[in-house]
């Protein structure tokens, strides 16, 4: 392997003391759990800057960046044409609410990679996504009952909050106060990849089931990928039930490709979630389906969503910019060649240092799991030593590598990473999983 990796520049002082002063006014210093470095120690990161595939902290030190705003910066950090994009619509103006022809126009981005989206509807953030999309399906179906995966996150909606990923894992919370018990209780929570345990549901609450909600590929618990042919059971469950697929595409949505990761599974589901990608580094989500569903919401039907900002021209413009871009030829190809070099090389890395440990990764998503045995639901993925997540994070954080923040999350590869930052990864990695081995040798 090759030579000892560089360590941060300069000590982390300016960053700590912004920290210090954001703890006293921003709930635990962040905007989101997930930034607070909970589960791996050490201090919060503060971001001056981003440009292509790395950050600059707020003592200037370059970080190699694999969090990518949590999936969104498929093209990098302050990608040109998407800031010239935002700078060009700041100045026309930010705000109407009302519609823009730019509305239109990444509609019909979509629209077209993904066909059985016929009809879409614009939100600010994945969570209103899923949160209408599920209120669609109620709204149609005229039942109460969601099922969805031990392990997948959806967002913070009331009906998302038991047994989930992503920050909730990381914590630790397994149910969440403030949501009353009643609505609690319409969410049936079942392993991923197990079809029998949705059928076992869908008999225990026959007709009352309104949805199966499903992360295409978990991505929440560490990335987990779903068996040939679990997504497609899911479907043929709920038709058989006359309950709704909505397949949650906020993290999948134009990561593996242009277009939606269904198309890889031989699925189209009834309601799809984006988010993400689609806003380029802004915040845009969107749900959207069938006409014939879609326009049960209002104004056309009586499904109530709304939103000030929904559509907003800015996050449009800079979407739009986002979206072209992705339709370069090879662009997923190299993006997922790039992804398969850093899982084999971090495979071989934990083999050679004898640690037990398992990679689960697909296009340009990674999770290195640090346990025996293959990673196919939630219950697998909590056998993950956490503890040796957190060293590995911190050992590859002083190297200068920025990686999920939770063993719960995933590592995202982007069109501006290089193989050459591949290799200076794996090499930062093979000197982690020393430091690792021989601190269990001890
Ligand atoms: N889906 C992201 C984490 N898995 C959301 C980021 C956040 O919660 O801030």
């Not at 709930?27 to 607070?36: D, F």
């Amino acid at each position: 392997m090759s030579t000892a990796q560089p360590r941060l520049k300069r000590e982390r002082k300016r960053s700590r003391e912004i920290f210090e002063r954001a703890e006293n006014v921003l709930v635990g210093g962040v905007n989101s759990p997930v930034r607070a470095f909970k589960s791996v120690g050490g201090e919060p990161l503060i971001i001056e800057r981003g440009s292509g595939q790395y950050l600059y902290d707020a003592d200037g030190n370059e970080l190699l960046d694999y969090v990518c705003s949590w999936g969104a910066m498929i093209l990098g950090h302050a990608n040109p044409a998407i800031s010239e994009a935002i700078a060009e619509q700041a100045r026309r103006g930010t705000s109407f609410g009302v519609t823009t022809e730019l509305e239109l126009e990444l509609a019909t981005l979509i629209t077209r990679a993904i066909p059985f989206i016929e009809k879409i509807r614009f939100v600010s953030s994945g969570t209103e996504a899923t949160m209408s999309a599920v209120r669609l399906a109620r709204g149609v179906t005229k039942q109460d009952f969601i099922v969805k995966f031990e392990g997948c996150y959806h967002g913070h909606a009331d009906s998302f909050l038991s047994q989930a990923g992503s920050g909730l894992a990381t914590l630790g919370i397994a149910e969440c106060p403030g949501v009353p018990a009643p609505l609690a209780a319409l969410t049936l929570n079942v392993p991923y990849n197990n079809l029998g345990a949705v059928e076992r549901v869908f008999s225990q609450h026959k007709g009352k089931i309104a949805a199966v909600i499903v992360e295409p590929i978990a991505a929440n618990m560490g990335v987990v990928v779903p068996e040939t042919d679990f997504l497609k059971g899911l479907h043929e469950i709920c038709k058989k039930n006359g309950a709704l697929l909505i397949v949650d595409e906020v993290i999948t949505g134009f990561r593996l490709r242009n277009g939606s990761v269904q198309d890889n599974f031989g699925v189209e589901a009834d309601l799809t979630t984006l988010g993400k990608i689609i806003g380029g580094g802004v915040p845009v989500a969107a749900y959207g389906g069938r006409a014939e569903l879609m326009d049960q919401v209002a104004p056309l039907g009586p499904v109530y969503q709304a939103g000030t900002l929904a559509g907003n021209p800015l996050a449009m413009s800079a979407g739009i910019a986002a979206l072209k871009q992705l339709t370069k030829p090879g662009l997923y190809d190299e993006i997922t060649q790039m992804a398969q070099r850093l899982a084999v090389g971090l495979c071989a890395g934990l083999a050679e240092a004898g640690i037990p440990g398992e990679v689960n990764a697909i296009g340009s998503l990674a999770t290195v799991f640090f346990t025996l045995g293959p990673v196919k639901n939630y219950a697998n993925a909590k056998r993950s030593d956490t503890k040796r997540y957190a060293r590995f994070f911190r050992e590859m954080l002083d190297r200068g590598i920025f990686l999920a923040p939770s063993q719960f999350e995933a590592a995202f590869v982007s069109a501006v990473h290089t193989p050459q930052d591949i290799d200076r990864t794996l090499a930062a990695a093979h000197e982690a999983f020393q430091v690792i081995s021989s601190e269990s040798a001890d």
